[in-house]
């Protein structure tokens, strides 16, 4: 059993998938950059999915938290506010050191959002990570645990993460645009956006990532500072203050439309180039 093997054993994502008549995507120890015979040659499918979900039917349930899960009781919303915070508008967080930002983000009652979630979702990752990877807001597993991309979406955020032999907490740092649950996991609106962003802007200005990796339209939209397709946004090196951005889609959209991955695997290996100047 070779090295990489061992670790998608050791992960529980081995046997990898891989269409017949293909070879077996490589995954080498150590050079991060993808050539353009080998992102021809790896289907994404085979990459970035070891348990492909499959198309929903009408009326079939989601197997993840993304936009469709059932709210907590209303009950099981502790009225967590009772005295607890005081309202600062997160546009003061540009100063803030990390610990101090922290506790702004868990302080924070800035939106209604606040009211409906069970804890704030700050980011993971480590501080220093050249790779940003930037999804929408908390589903109901993030909310449960406190961390972005825990759920079915995050198994197959770190499975694409692997593909490019990147791992959570190691040079990547995950974040949402907003830090709190949306009820019902709706779209996070506007407001509600434009008031947690600060949050995200200093965690980029302290981070200092050399590329962001944004996941979905949502976090498209808000980063970039316009509304467009997410199919037009996907294959151009973007700027986001200085720091090189690629857009592709959300993990759970990925979930829902398994047919994608392919495209997600283009961008993986476009960002892979861009992080290497090769875009
Ligand atoms: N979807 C997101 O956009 N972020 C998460 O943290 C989880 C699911």
């Known amino acids: ?149 825990v759920g079915q979406a995050g198994k197959l955020l770190d499975n694409m993460l692997l593909s490019i032999k990147l791992r959570r907490g190691k040079n990547v740092y995950i974040a949402n645009i907003v830090k709190c649950r949306p009820p019902n996991n709706r779209v996070p609106e506007a407001d509600e956006i434009a008031t947690c962003m600060p949050y995200l802007q200093r965690q980029i200005e302290l981070i200092k990532p050399k590329l962001i990796v944004a996941l979905g339209k949502t976090a498209a939209t808000a980063l970039l500072g316009r509304d467009a397709a997410l199919g037009s946004l996907r294959g151009t090196l973007h700027d986001y203050h200085g720091i090189p951005l690629v857009v592709t889609y959300h993990p759970a959209y990925l979930l829902r439309s398994p047919m994608e991955k392919a495209k997600a695997w283009q961008d993986l290996c476009f960002a892979v180039r861009a992080r290497h100047g090769e875009a």
């Open 1 to 149: 059993m070779d090295r990489s093997e061992a670790v998608l054993r050791e992960l529980k994502l081995h046997p990898q998938w891989v269409r017949r008549n293909q070879p077996a995507p490589v995954l080498a120890e150590q050079p991060a950059l993808i050539t353009a015979e080998a992102e021809a040659r790896v289907p994404a499918a085979a990459v970035i999915s070891m348990h492909p979900a499959p198309p929903l039917a009408p009326g079939e349930a989601c197997p993840e938290p993304c936009r469709r899960v059932e709210e907590p009781a209303q009950a099981e919303i502790n009225d967590i506010h009772a005295g607890s915070s005081v309202a600062v508008p997160a546009s003061q967080a540009d100063k803030l050191n990390w610990p101090e930002l922290k506790q702004r983000v868990h302080d924070c009652i800035a939106c209604k959002l606040r009211a409906g979630c069970t804890q704030t979702v700050f980011g993971v990752g480590d501080e220093q990570a050249e790779w940003l990877f930037v999804g929408e807001g908390p589903g109901v597993d993030e909310d449960a645990q406190g961390e972005p991309f």
